[in-house]
């Protein structure tokens, strides 16, 4: 199933409110929702009742071991969840730990890091749940090919058909998909 999402909900955990803002308002900026928290205690009860698509986690919480958190954030939803870390050793110990952390980005980053972190966390949720989401179509000519192969990929597995069979139809959906979107905005096809 091939969905083109509006808007991404994401939940920003941080108990840096510089960080956190910047974060809000990039989000923001390109018409997503986004909501800040600054404990992993608060982002697991909000998390629970607005099921976010994504999480971006700051791994340097105070008093809390994000990796906990980041568990106890997965098991209520499976969301896409990006952890920033400050360090690579952070890194090292949250991807040894076996949590379903879907991206990492090094503090400090740039806004391409950003959006480039979000994508590669969307994607890998989506290909653990079988699906693709063109949201980073919106972002980028090259986010949009890597998305519509990775859709390519999974319909040949799951249509058991040639890779040129699979991108037919990948364009066929979307094109599709164009055409409810165009109708529900009152546009001429």
Known sequence: MITQPTTLTTLIVSNHERLACVLQRE?????HLATITKSGK??????????????????????ENAVSVAKSLYALRRPAILMLAGSEEEIAHARCSGVEIRGYLLKPFDTPQFWCGIRDALAAR???????????????HDAFEEAVCKAAQIAMKRMKCSHLAALER??????????????????AA
């Open 27 to 31: 989000m923001r900026s390109r018409g």
């Open 42 to 63: 608060e982002a697991v009860s909000m998390a629970g009742s607005s099921s976010p698509g994504l999480i971006l986690l700051d791994s340097s919480l105070k008093g």
């Open 126 to 140: 989506a290909g653990a749940q079988g699906e693709v989401s063109l949201i980073s179509a919106a972002y980028d």
């Open 170 to 187: 990948v364009a066929e959906l979307a094109i599709s998909r164009a055409e409810a979107l165009r109708k529900e905005m009152g546009e």
